[in-house]
Protein backbone atom coordinates (compact mmCIF):
# COMPACT_ATOMS: atom_id res chain seq x y z
CA UNK A 1 0.00 0.00 0.00
CA UNK A 2 1.49 3.54 -1.39
CA UNK A 3 1.87 6.29 1.98
CA UNK A 4 -0.28 8.22 -0.36
CA UNK A 5 -3.32 5.75 -0.48
CA UNK A 6 -2.89 4.70 3.42
CA UNK A 7 -2.77 9.06 3.82
CA UNK A 8 -5.92 9.13 1.85
CA UNK A 9 -7.93 6.36 3.37
CA UNK A 10 -6.92 6.93 6.93
CA UNK A 11 -8.20 10.83 6.37
CA UNK A 12 -11.72 9.59 4.71
CA UNK A 13 -11.94 7.32 7.81
CA UNK A 14 -10.84 9.87 10.72
CA UNK A 15 -13.66 12.60 8.72
CA UNK A 16 -16.41 9.50 9.20
CA UNK A 17 -15.85 9.00 12.92
CA UNK A 18 -15.34 12.79 13.42
CA UNK A 19 -11.92 12.11 14.81
CA UNK A 20 -9.13 14.75 13.49
CA UNK A 21 -6.82 13.83 10.88
CA UNK A 22 -2.55 13.24 12.10
CA UNK A 23 -0.74 14.87 10.08
CA UNK A 24 0.97 12.68 8.36
CA UNK A 25 4.82 11.97 9.16
CA UNK A 26 5.16 8.66 10.73
CA UNK A 27 6.48 6.47 7.94
CA UNK A 28 4.26 3.43 8.63
CA UNK A 29 5.91 0.91 6.35
CA UNK A 30 9.59 1.97 7.62
CA UNK A 31 8.19 1.84 11.56
CA UNK A 32 6.66 -1.98 10.38
CA UNK A 33 9.92 -2.83 8.58
CA UNK A 34 11.69 -2.12 11.96
CA UNK A 35 9.65 -4.22 14.03
CA UNK A 36 9.59 -7.02 11.48
CA UNK A 37 13.58 -7.24 11.99
CA UNK A 38 13.68 -6.93 15.58
CA UNK A 39 11.02 -9.40 16.23
CA UNK A 40 12.49 -11.97 13.46
CA UNK A 41 13.84 -15.19 14.85
CA UNK A 42 17.40 -13.82 13.74
CA UNK A 43 17.39 -11.67 16.98
CA UNK A 44 16.75 -14.57 19.58
CA UNK A 45 13.77 -12.67 21.42
CA UNK A 46 16.56 -10.17 22.06
CA UNK A 47 17.88 -11.22 24.94
CA UNK A 48 20.02 -9.06 27.38
CA UNK A 49 23.68 -10.87 27.14
CA UNK A 50 23.17 -12.98 24.07
CA UNK A 51 23.83 -12.77 20.52
CA UNK A 52 20.15 -11.60 20.38
CA UNK A 53 21.57 -8.45 21.77
CA UNK A 54 24.42 -8.04 19.73
CA UNK A 55 22.55 -8.25 16.96
CA UNK A 56 20.11 -5.53 18.09
CA UNK A 57 22.48 -3.14 19.39
CA UNK A 58 24.05 -3.10 16.34
CA UNK A 59 21.21 -2.93 14.09
CA UNK A 60 19.82 0.22 16.27
CA UNK A 61 23.15 2.24 15.81
CA UNK A 62 22.94 1.35 12.39
CA UNK A 63 19.50 2.98 12.22
CA UNK A 64 20.37 5.75 14.58
CA UNK A 65 23.18 6.87 12.44
CA UNK A 66 21.58 6.38 9.46
CA UNK A 67 18.75 8.87 10.62
CA UNK A 68 21.04 11.63 11.18
CA UNK A 69 21.32 11.24 15.28
CA UNK A 70 24.21 11.69 16.88
CA UNK A 71 26.14 9.29 19.47
CA UNK A 72 24.73 10.49 22.86
CA UNK A 73 26.07 7.16 25.09
CA UNK A 74 28.96 7.08 27.30
CA UNK A 75 32.15 9.33 26.90
CA UNK A 76 34.98 8.46 25.06
CA UNK A 77 38.57 9.14 25.84
CA UNK A 78 38.90 11.15 22.66
CA UNK A 79 36.25 13.60 23.98
CA UNK A 80 33.56 12.38 22.31
CA UNK A 81 30.04 9.99 23.01
CA UNK A 82 30.10 6.21 22.34
CA UNK A 83 26.65 5.14 20.87
CA UNK A 84 25.30 2.81 23.64
CA UNK A 85 25.79 3.52 27.68
CA UNK A 86 27.53 0.37 29.13
CA UNK A 87 25.04 -1.68 32.04
CA UNK A 88 26.61 -3.87 34.40
CA UNK A 89 24.48 -6.62 35.24
CA UNK A 90 24.86 -9.80 37.55
CA UNK A 91 22.92 -12.89 35.47
CA UNK A 92 22.19 -15.99 37.37
CA UNK A 93 20.43 -18.61 35.79
CA UNK A 94 19.70 -21.88 37.47
CA UNK A 95 22.34 -25.34 36.20
CA UNK A 96 20.58 -28.24 36.55
CA UNK A 97 17.59 -29.73 37.94
CA UNK A 98 15.09 -27.18 40.57
CA UNK A 99 14.23 -29.54 43.36
CA UNK A 100 10.87 -28.55 44.73
CA UNK A 101 8.74 -30.51 47.68
CA UNK A 102 6.46 -29.31 50.74
CA UNK A 103 5.72 -31.40 53.29
CA UNK A 104 2.56 -31.58 53.99
CA UNK A 105 1.47 -32.95 57.29
CA UNK A 106 3.49 -36.11 57.17
CA UNK A 107 3.11 -36.50 53.40
CA UNK A 108 5.72 -35.36 50.68
CA UNK A 109 4.53 -33.71 47.85
CA UNK A 110 7.07 -32.92 44.86
CA UNK A 111 6.14 -29.78 42.95
CA UNK A 112 7.72 -29.54 39.21
CA UNK A 113 9.82 -26.05 38.38
CA UNK A 114 7.40 -24.18 35.99
CA UNK A 115 3.65 -25.78 37.24
CA UNK A 116 3.12 -25.66 40.56
CA UNK A 117 5.78 -23.64 41.51
CA UNK A 118 8.15 -20.90 39.22
CA UNK A 119 11.30 -19.80 41.48
CA UNK A 120 13.70 -17.41 40.38
CA UNK A 121 17.17 -18.26 40.13
CA UNK A 122 18.63 -16.78 43.47
CA UNK A 123 20.66 -13.76 43.36
CA UNK A 124 22.27 -14.82 46.82
CA UNK A 125 25.36 -17.33 46.48
CA UNK A 126 26.09 -19.94 43.59
CA UNK A 127 23.34 -22.53 45.51
CA UNK A 128 20.14 -22.35 47.50
CA UNK A 129 19.68 -25.55 49.62
CA UNK A 130 16.26 -24.87 51.78
CA UNK A 131 15.55 -28.13 53.78
CA UNK A 132 12.36 -28.27 55.98
CA UNK A 133 11.93 -24.51 56.36
CA UNK A 134 8.55 -23.36 58.12
CA UNK A 135 5.75 -21.37 56.56
CA UNK A 136 4.45 -18.61 57.45
CA UNK A 137 1.51 -16.87 56.07
CA UNK A 138 1.89 -13.04 56.10
CA UNK A 139 -1.04 -12.14 54.02
CA UNK A 140 -0.43 -8.58 51.19
CA UNK A 141 3.24 -8.65 53.11
CA UNK A 142 2.94 -4.95 53.28
CA UNK A 143 4.69 -2.70 55.88
CA UNK A 144 2.99 0.62 56.01
CA UNK A 145 4.36 3.15 58.70
CA UNK A 146 2.17 5.96 57.33
CA UNK A 147 -0.91 4.19 56.48
CA UNK A 148 -0.73 2.62 59.92
CA UNK A 149 -0.63 -0.82 58.35
CA UNK A 150 1.59 -3.74 59.58
CA UNK A 151 0.88 -7.43 57.93
CA UNK A 152 3.91 -8.74 59.99
CA UNK A 153 3.00 -7.90 63.64
CA UNK A 154 6.66 -8.67 64.78
CA UNK A 155 6.62 -12.11 63.64
CA UNK A 156 10.04 -13.71 62.76
CA UNK A 157 10.62 -15.07 59.91
CA UNK A 158 14.42 -15.58 60.11
CA UNK A 159 14.90 -19.52 58.47
CA UNK A 160 11.29 -19.08 57.54
CA UNK A 161 9.61 -19.30 54.15
CA UNK A 162 6.35 -16.74 53.60
CA UNK A 163 3.29 -17.04 51.22
CA UNK A 164 2.55 -14.04 50.16
CA UNK A 165 -0.68 -12.55 48.13
CA UNK A 166 -0.37 -10.27 44.90
CA UNK A 167 -1.62 -6.94 44.37
CA UNK A 168 -2.53 -4.96 47.74
CA UNK A 169 -5.47 -5.24 50.23
CA UNK A 170 -7.76 -2.76 48.35
CA UNK A 171 -7.72 -5.00 45.10
CA UNK A 172 -11.09 -7.52 46.51
CA UNK A 173 -13.61 -4.49 47.28
CA UNK A 174 -12.06 -1.49 45.44
CA UNK A 175 -12.20 0.80 48.93
CA UNK A 176 -9.67 1.02 51.66
CA UNK A 177 -6.10 2.61 52.81
CA UNK A 178 -4.70 1.83 49.60
CA UNK A 179 -6.36 4.51 47.16
CA UNK A 180 -9.04 1.76 45.74
CA UNK A 181 -8.64 -0.50 42.92
CA UNK A 182 -5.68 1.43 41.96
CA UNK A 183 -2.72 -0.83 42.77
CA UNK A 184 -0.25 1.13 44.87
CA UNK A 185 3.74 -0.29 44.72
CA UNK A 186 2.72 -1.95 47.73
CA UNK A 187 0.69 -4.29 45.64
CA UNK A 188 3.77 -5.43 42.98
CA UNK A 189 5.45 -8.23 42.83
CA UNK A 190 8.71 -6.38 43.28
CA UNK A 191 7.79 -4.72 46.82
CA UNK A 192 6.83 -8.30 48.42
CA UNK A 193 10.42 -9.46 47.52
CA UNK A 194 12.02 -6.69 48.29
CA UNK A 195 9.79 -6.88 51.92
CA UNK A 196 11.06 -10.56 52.33
CA UNK A 197 15.21 -8.74 52.46
CA UNK A 198 13.99 -6.43 55.15
CA UNK A 199 11.99 -9.23 56.85
CA UNK A 200 15.16 -11.57 56.89
CA UNK A 201 13.07 -13.96 55.70
CA UNK A 202 14.53 -17.09 53.45
CA UNK A 203 12.23 -15.95 51.01
CA UNK A 204 8.33 -14.91 50.00
CA UNK A 205 6.61 -17.17 47.70
CA UNK A 206 3.56 -15.00 45.73
CA UNK A 207 0.82 -16.88 45.09
CA UNK A 208 -0.52 -16.48 42.15
CA UNK A 209 -4.50 -15.05 40.89
CA UNK A 210 -4.99 -14.15 37.67
CA UNK A 211 -7.15 -11.25 38.12
CA UNK A 212 -4.93 -9.71 40.90
CA UNK A 213 -1.46 -10.39 39.08
CA UNK A 214 -3.26 -8.71 36.00
CA UNK A 215 -2.18 -11.38 33.86
CA UNK A 216 -2.18 -15.50 33.75
CA UNK A 217 0.54 -18.75 34.87
CA UNK A 218 2.10 -18.43 31.62
CA UNK A 219 3.52 -15.02 32.29
CA UNK A 220 4.96 -15.78 35.72
CA UNK A 221 5.88 -19.26 34.46
CA UNK A 222 8.24 -17.42 30.93
CA UNK A 223 9.62 -14.63 33.65
CA UNK A 224 11.15 -15.95 36.30
CA UNK A 225 12.33 -19.71 35.27
CA UNK A 226 15.13 -18.10 32.76
CA UNK A 227 17.88 -16.27 33.27
CA UNK A 228 17.44 -13.72 36.20
CA UNK A 229 19.67 -10.27 36.04
CA UNK A 230 19.68 -7.35 38.71
CA UNK A 231 22.48 -4.32 38.59
CA UNK A 232 25.97 -4.82 40.64
CA UNK A 233 24.60 -4.37 44.36
CA UNK A 234 27.92 -4.06 46.75
CA UNK A 235 25.22 -6.48 49.23
CA UNK A 236 22.51 -7.92 47.00
CA UNK A 237 21.06 -9.34 50.36
CA UNK A 238 19.48 -6.03 51.13
CA UNK A 239 17.54 -6.23 48.28
CA UNK A 240 16.97 -9.83 48.00
CA UNK A 241 15.89 -12.83 49.89
CA UNK A 242 17.82 -16.03 48.94
CA UNK A 243 14.30 -17.51 47.84
CA UNK A 244 12.13 -15.28 45.36
CA UNK A 245 8.90 -17.38 43.82
CA UNK A 246 5.34 -17.79 42.26
CA UNK A 247 3.37 -20.67 43.05
CA UNK A 248 -0.28 -21.30 41.85
CA UNK A 249 -3.08 -20.44 44.25
CA UNK A 250 -4.12 -24.31 43.93
CA UNK A 251 -0.66 -25.12 45.49
CA UNK A 252 -0.93 -22.12 47.98
CA UNK A 253 -3.93 -23.18 49.12
CA UNK A 254 -3.37 -27.10 49.48
CA UNK A 255 -0.25 -25.96 52.42
CA UNK A 256 -3.15 -24.00 54.33
CA UNK A 257 -5.14 -27.15 54.16
CA UNK A 258 -3.09 -29.22 55.36
CA UNK A 259 -2.42 -26.91 58.21
CA UNK A 260 -6.12 -27.00 58.77
CA UNK A 261 -6.90 -23.54 57.59
CA UNK A 262 -8.84 -21.99 54.74
CA UNK A 263 -7.70 -20.01 52.15
CA UNK A 264 -10.47 -17.61 51.32
CA UNK A 265 -10.41 -17.03 54.67
CA UNK A 266 -7.39 -16.21 55.36
CA UNK A 267 -7.53 -13.75 52.35
CA UNK A 268 -10.34 -12.03 53.64
CA UNK A 269 -8.87 -11.40 56.83
CA UNK A 270 -5.62 -10.14 54.66
CA UNK A 271 -8.01 -7.06 53.93
CA UNK A 272 -8.33 -5.77 57.10
CA UNK A 273 -5.58 -3.82 59.25
CA UNK A 274 -6.20 -6.10 62.12
CA UNK A 275 -4.59 -9.18 59.99
CA UNK A 276 -1.88 -11.17 62.09
CA UNK A 277 0.89 -13.43 60.82
CA UNK A 278 -0.26 -17.06 60.62
CA UNK A 279 2.24 -20.05 60.74
CA UNK A 280 1.09 -23.27 58.83
CA UNK A 281 1.78 -25.83 61.48
CA UNK A 282 3.13 -29.47 59.82
CA UNK A 283 3.80 -27.64 56.75
CA UNK A 284 7.20 -27.60 55.58
CA UNK A 285 9.40 -25.99 52.19
CA UNK A 286 12.42 -27.88 50.87
CA UNK A 287 14.37 -26.60 47.73
CA UNK A 288 17.78 -26.86 46.23
CA UNK A 289 19.72 -26.03 43.14
CA UNK A 290 22.86 -24.74 41.95
CA UNK A 291 23.56 -21.29 40.07
CA UNK A 292 25.14 -20.61 37.36
CA UNK A 293 26.04 -16.53 37.99
CA UNK A 294 28.14 -14.34 35.89
CA UNK A 295 28.86 -10.14 35.82
CA UNK A 296 27.95 -9.26 32.05
CA UNK A 297 27.82 -5.48 30.90
CA UNK A 298 24.81 -5.32 28.51
CA UNK A 299 23.92 -1.90 26.39
CA UNK A 300 21.68 0.91 26.47
CA UNK A 301 21.29 2.64 22.84
CA UNK A 302 21.49 6.29 22.94
CA UNK A 303 21.17 9.03 20.24
CA UNK A 304 20.42 12.56 20.29
CA UNK A 305 19.25 15.68 18.23
CA UNK A 306 21.48 18.62 19.95
CA UNK A 307 18.89 21.47 20.51
CA UNK A 308 19.60 24.87 19.07
CA UNK A 309 19.10 27.24 21.56
CA UNK A 310 19.15 25.22 25.03
CA UNK A 311 21.39 22.51 24.61
CA UNK A 312 21.83 21.45 28.16
CA UNK A 313 18.24 20.89 28.49
CA UNK A 314 16.83 17.30 27.44
CA UNK A 315 13.63 16.20 26.61
CA UNK A 316 13.98 12.02 26.75
CA UNK A 317 12.15 9.15 24.45
CA UNK A 318 12.44 5.65 25.83
CA UNK A 319 11.64 2.48 25.04
CA UNK A 320 13.15 -0.98 25.64
CA UNK A 321 14.77 -3.03 23.19
CA UNK A 322 14.91 -5.99 25.06
CA UNK A 323 12.51 -9.40 25.59
CA UNK A 324 12.46 -12.44 26.57
CA UNK A 325 15.02 -14.62 24.41
CA UNK A 326 15.24 -18.07 23.85
CA UNK A 327 13.20 -20.01 26.56
CA UNK A 328 10.95 -22.73 27.65
CA UNK A 329 9.18 -23.81 24.35
CA UNK A 330 5.05 -23.26 24.00
CA UNK A 331 2.48 -26.02 22.70
CA UNK A 332 3.91 -25.52 19.12
CA UNK A 333 7.30 -26.23 19.86
CA UNK A 334 8.22 -22.78 19.79
CA UNK A 335 10.71 -21.63 21.62
CA UNK A 336 11.48 -17.37 20.76
CA UNK A 337 10.12 -14.63 22.55
CA UNK A 338 10.05 -12.94 19.65
CA UNK A 339 8.46 -9.69 21.44
CA UNK A 340 7.17 -8.04 18.57
CA UNK A 341 4.52 -5.65 20.27
CA UNK A 342 6.63 -6.11 23.70
CA UNK A 343 8.71 -3.81 22.54
CA UNK A 344 9.69 -4.50 19.29
CA UNK A 345 6.73 -1.79 18.52
CA UNK A 346 8.39 0.76 21.27
CA UNK A 347 11.55 0.72 19.95
CA UNK A 348 10.99 0.79 16.27
CA UNK A 349 8.65 4.26 17.01
CA UNK A 350 11.58 5.60 19.43
CA UNK A 351 13.90 5.38 15.90
CA UNK A 352 11.26 6.49 13.63
CA UNK A 353 10.66 10.01 16.03
CA UNK A 354 14.79 10.45 16.03
CA UNK A 355 14.43 10.06 11.82
CA UNK A 356 11.97 12.92 12.36
CA UNK A 357 13.55 15.04 14.56
CA UNK A 358 17.04 14.77 12.95
CA UNK A 359 15.68 16.05 9.48
CA UNK A 360 14.82 19.43 11.34
CA UNK A 361 14.45 21.92 11.86
CA UNK A 362 16.18 21.54 15.11
CA UNK A 363 14.57 21.99 18.16
CA UNK A 364 15.70 24.38 20.77
CA UNK A 365 16.26 21.86 23.58
CA UNK A 366 17.97 18.61 22.92
CA UNK A 367 16.34 15.20 22.50
CA UNK A 368 17.77 11.95 23.71
CA UNK A 369 16.04 8.77 22.09
CA UNK A 370 16.93 5.76 24.53
CA UNK A 371 16.73 2.36 23.64
CA UNK A 372 17.16 0.44 27.23
CA UNK A 373 18.27 -3.14 28.14
CA UNK A 374 17.03 -5.43 30.45
CA UNK A 375 13.31 -3.88 31.27
CA UNK A 376 11.62 -7.58 31.02
CA UNK A 377 14.42 -8.50 33.61
CA UNK A 378 13.24 -5.83 36.26
CA UNK A 379 13.76 -2.10 34.49
CA UNK A 380 17.42 -2.70 35.14
CA UNK A 381 18.46 -0.41 31.98
CA UNK A 382 16.34 2.55 32.87
CA UNK A 383 17.38 2.11 36.81
CA UNK A 384 21.18 2.05 35.75
CA UNK A 385 20.87 5.45 33.95
CA UNK A 386 18.15 7.09 36.64
CA UNK A 387 21.20 5.63 38.97
CA UNK A 388 24.20 6.74 36.58
CA UNK A 389 22.89 9.14 34.22
CA UNK A 390 24.33 10.49 31.46
CA UNK A 391 23.16 13.90 31.37
CA UNK A 392 21.90 15.84 34.36
CA UNK A 393 18.39 14.71 35.86
CA UNK A 394 17.74 18.29 37.10
CA UNK A 395 17.63 19.89 33.83
CA UNK A 396 15.73 16.54 32.24
CA UNK A 397 12.39 17.89 31.29
CA UNK A 398 10.49 14.59 31.03
CA UNK A 399 10.65 11.63 29.70
CA UNK A 400 7.54 10.24 27.25
CA UNK A 401 8.35 6.11 27.53
CA UNK A 402 6.89 4.02 25.13
CA UNK A 403 6.00 0.27 25.65
CA UNK A 404 3.83 -1.59 23.45
CA UNK A 405 2.52 0.83 20.79
CA UNK A 406 -0.71 -0.98 19.58
CA UNK A 407 -1.46 -2.40 16.19
CA UNK A 408 -5.01 -2.23 16.77
CA UNK A 409 -6.37 0.54 14.61
CA UNK A 410 -7.19 4.15 14.66
CA UNK A 411 -8.56 4.80 18.36
CA UNK A 412 -10.66 7.99 19.20
CA UNK A 413 -8.51 7.69 23.00
CA UNK A 414 -5.67 7.24 24.34
CA UNK A 415 -3.60 6.46 27.93
CA UNK A 416 -0.85 6.25 29.83
CA UNK A 417 0.22 3.49 32.46
CA UNK A 418 -1.14 4.83 35.51
CA UNK A 419 -2.75 8.17 35.81
CA UNK A 420 0.15 9.87 36.70
CA UNK A 421 -0.04 13.20 38.94
CA UNK A 422 1.82 15.82 36.73
CA UNK A 423 1.55 18.47 34.38
CA UNK A 424 3.29 16.11 31.86
CA UNK A 425 0.03 14.23 31.24
CA UNK A 426 -1.49 17.39 31.24
CA UNK A 427 0.43 18.21 27.91
CA UNK A 428 -0.13 14.83 26.50
CA UNK A 429 -3.88 15.30 26.94
CA UNK A 430 -3.73 18.86 25.25
CA UNK A 431 -1.74 17.26 22.36
CA UNK A 432 -4.47 14.53 21.98
CA UNK A 433 -7.43 16.86 22.41
CA UNK A 434 -6.13 18.95 19.29
CA UNK A 435 -6.21 15.15 17.13
CA UNK A 436 -10.13 15.02 18.05
CA UNK A 437 -8.61 12.23 20.57
CA UNK A 438 -9.43 11.86 24.44
CA UNK A 439 -7.69 10.84 27.11
CA UNK A 440 -8.61 7.63 29.30
CA UNK A 441 -7.51 7.16 32.94
CA UNK A 442 -5.81 3.66 32.59
CA UNK A 443 -8.59 1.22 32.27
CA UNK A 444 -6.85 -1.40 34.49
CA UNK A 445 -5.18 0.85 37.27
CA UNK A 446 -5.38 -2.65 39.76
CA UNK A 447 -2.47 -3.94 37.56
CA UNK A 448 0.00 -1.35 38.62
CA UNK A 449 1.43 -0.20 35.46
CA UNK A 450 2.79 2.67 36.63
CA UNK A 451 4.97 0.42 38.25
CA UNK A 452 5.97 -1.74 35.20
CA UNK A 453 7.52 0.62 32.88
CA UNK A 454 10.86 2.51 31.94
CA UNK A 455 9.41 5.58 33.21
CA UNK A 456 9.41 4.53 36.66
CA UNK A 457 12.46 4.72 37.65
CA UNK A 458 13.06 8.33 36.12
CA UNK A 459 9.78 9.07 38.38
CA UNK A 460 11.30 7.89 41.36
CA UNK A 461 13.96 10.15 41.16
CA UNK A 462 11.88 12.95 40.67
CA UNK A 463 11.90 13.61 36.68
CA UNK A 464 8.36 13.69 35.44
CA UNK A 465 7.91 10.95 33.05
CA UNK A 466 5.19 8.81 31.67
CA UNK A 467 4.49 5.60 29.34
CA UNK A 468 2.30 6.47 26.55
CA UNK A 469 -0.66 3.91 25.88
CA UNK A 470 -3.06 3.59 23.04
CA UNK A 471 -6.75 3.67 23.27
CA UNK A 472 -9.32 1.06 23.59
CA UNK A 473 -12.25 3.21 21.76
CA UNK A 474 -11.60 1.77 18.11
CA UNK A 475 -13.17 3.55 15.52
CA UNK A 476 -13.86 -0.28 13.93
CA UNK A 477 -15.61 -1.68 17.02
CA UNK A 478 -15.70 0.39 19.88
CA UNK A 479 -14.73 -0.09 23.28
CA UNK A 480 -16.10 -3.75 22.99
CA UNK A 481 -13.23 -4.74 20.28
CA UNK A 482 -10.58 -2.75 21.83
CA UNK A 483 -11.41 -4.44 25.16
CA UNK A 484 -11.30 -7.74 23.71
CA UNK A 485 -8.73 -7.12 21.84
CA UNK A 486 -6.37 -6.59 24.99
CA UNK A 487 -7.84 -9.61 26.53
CA UNK A 488 -6.66 -11.49 24.27
CA UNK A 489 -3.19 -10.15 24.07
CA UNK A 490 -2.99 -10.79 27.31
CA UNK A 491 -4.09 -14.47 27.71
CA UNK A 492 -2.58 -15.93 24.24
CA UNK A 493 0.35 -13.22 23.54
CA UNK A 494 1.58 -11.34 26.39
CA UNK A 495 5.47 -12.95 27.21
CA UNK A 496 4.67 -15.67 24.78
CA UNK A 497 6.48 -17.02 21.78
CA UNK A 498 3.30 -15.71 20.26
CA UNK A 499 3.95 -12.57 20.05
CA UNK A 500 5.27 -11.94 16.65
CA UNK A 501 5.45 -9.66 13.90
CA UNK A 502 1.67 -9.84 12.05
CA UNK A 503 1.38 -8.75 8.29
CA UNK A 504 -1.98 -7.71 8.59
CA UNK A 505 -1.81 -5.26 12.05
CA UNK A 506 -3.54 -2.37 10.71
CA UNK A 507 -1.62 0.54 10.49
CA UNK A 508 -3.61 3.60 11.05
CA UNK A 509 -3.02 3.41 14.91
CA UNK A 510 1.15 3.42 14.45
CA UNK A 511 0.85 6.58 12.47
CA UNK A 512 -1.88 8.23 14.97
CA UNK A 513 -0.30 7.06 18.04
CA UNK A 514 3.18 8.22 16.47
CA UNK A 515 1.70 11.60 15.80
CA UNK A 516 0.89 12.42 19.26
CA UNK A 517 4.09 11.07 20.89
CA UNK A 518 5.87 13.22 18.08
CA UNK A 519 3.97 16.18 18.90
CA UNK A 520 4.51 15.65 22.75
CA UNK A 521 8.20 15.77 22.41
CA UNK A 522 8.06 18.75 19.62
CA UNK A 523 5.77 20.92 22.18
CA UNK A 524 8.52 20.17 25.18
CA UNK A 525 11.76 20.79 22.72
CA UNK A 526 10.55 23.63 21.65
CA UNK A 527 9.36 26.06 24.62
CA UNK A 528 9.95 26.45 28.19
CA UNK A 529 8.01 23.91 29.45
CA UNK A 530 9.16 22.68 32.73
CA UNK A 531 6.94 19.68 33.69
CA UNK A 532 5.56 19.48 37.57
CA UNK A 533 4.65 17.07 39.95
CA UNK A 534 1.69 17.92 41.23
CA UNK A 535 0.88 18.45 44.69
CA UNK A 536 0.11 15.35 46.61
CA UNK A 537 2.57 13.38 44.36
CA UNK A 538 5.18 11.22 46.10
CA UNK A 539 7.83 12.28 43.73
CA UNK A 540 7.19 16.07 43.89
CA UNK A 541 9.53 16.67 46.85
CA UNK A 542 12.51 14.90 45.04
CA UNK A 543 11.67 16.94 42.37
CA UNK A 544 11.94 20.40 43.86
CA UNK A 545 15.50 19.99 45.47
CA UNK A 546 17.02 20.58 42.11
CA UNK A 547 14.38 23.88 40.90
CA UNK A 548 16.86 26.10 40.93
CA UNK A 549 18.73 24.19 37.83
CA UNK A 550 15.58 24.96 36.07
CA UNK A 551 15.19 28.42 34.53
Given at each position: ????????A????????A?A??????????V??D??????D????????T????K?????????Q????E???????????A????V???R?A?????N?S?????Q????????E?????T?????????D?????????V???ER????F?????????????V?????E?????FG?K??T??????Y?F????????I???????????S???A?V???????I?????K?????????????Q???????L?A???D????K??AR?????PV???????????????????SK??????T??????E??V???H?????????????D????GAL??????A????LG???A???????????????A?E??L?G?????????YP??????????????P????R?F??????P?T?????????K???R??????R??????????HF?F???G??AI???????L???G?AA?????????A?????PA?????TW??????A???L?????????N????P?????????A?R????????
Amino acid sequence: MSKLFLSAALSALLASAAVAAPAAVIDVPRVMNDIKVLSSDEFEGRGPATAGETKTVAYLIQQMQAAGLEPAGDKLPSGGRAWTQDVPLVRSATKGPVNVSVNLAGQTKTWTQGEEIAIRATLIGDRLTVKDAPVVFVGYGVKAPERNWDDFKGVDLKGKVALVLVNDPDFEGGEGDFGGKAMTYYGRWTYKFEEAARQGAIGFLVIHETAPASYGWATVKNSNTNEIFDVIRKDPSTDHAPLEGWVQKDSAAAMLTAAGLDFDTLKKQARTRAFKPVELKGVTFSTDYAVDAQKVVSKNVVGAVTGAKHPDERVVYSAHWDHLGVGAPDAKGDKIYNGALDNASGTAMLVELGRIFAKGPKPERTVIFLAVTAEEKGLLGSEYYASSPLYPLATTVGVINMDGVGPNGLARDFTTSGDAPLTLQDELVTVGKAHGRTYSPDPRPEAGSFFRSDHFPFAKVGVPAISFGGGLDLVEGGKAAGQAKRVAYTANQYHQPADEFDPTWDPKGFEADGTLLLELGQRLANSRIWPEWKVGAEFKAERDKTKAARK
